[in-house]
Nanobody, 115 residues
Framework: QVRLVESGGGLVQSGGSLKLSCTASTSIVSFKKVGWYRQAPGKERELVASVTAGGTTTYADSVKDRATMSRDIRQNTVYLQMDSLKPEDTAVYYC?????????WGQGTQVTVSS
């Protein structure tokens, strides 16, 4: 069974940075796409950033110019670097991967940005 494990969340002050990690139990080159999602209390889950198997990244307008998604194929890990964090970035951040027609989700990591 393929698993994704997120880490790197925590409490940070407004304007600070965090780097989230998503490590897979299998080679990430087998995923058609990997995305970072977030869900704030009382809000729907939203896509923050994604990367295709070919390495093309896309970002939500809300994080564009503040987020960088990268991957380390040897470590089977995908990263999300978030800079200039704002209180509205507070949410549980999830990693999700498309393996064939199956979507695999991690358990999430909490990011809290204090003002």
């Amino acid at each position: 069974q393929v698993r994704l494990v997120e880490s790197g969340g925590g409490l940070v002050q407004s304007g600070g940075s965090l780097k989230l990690s998503c490590t897979a139990s299998t080679s990430i080159v087998s995923f058609k796409k990997v995305g970072w999602y977030r869900q704030a209390p009382g809000k729907e889950r939203e896509l923050v950033a994604s990367v295709t198997a070919g390495g093309t990244t896309t970002y939500a307008d809300s994080v564009k110019d503040r987020a960088t998604m990268s991957r380390d194929i040897r470590q089977n890990t995908v990263y999300l670097q978030m800079d200039s964090l704002k209180p509205e970035d507070t949410a549980v951040y999830y990693c999700a991967a498309a393996l064939g027609s199956v979507a695999i989700w991690g358990q999430g990591t909490q990011v809290t940005v204090s003002s």
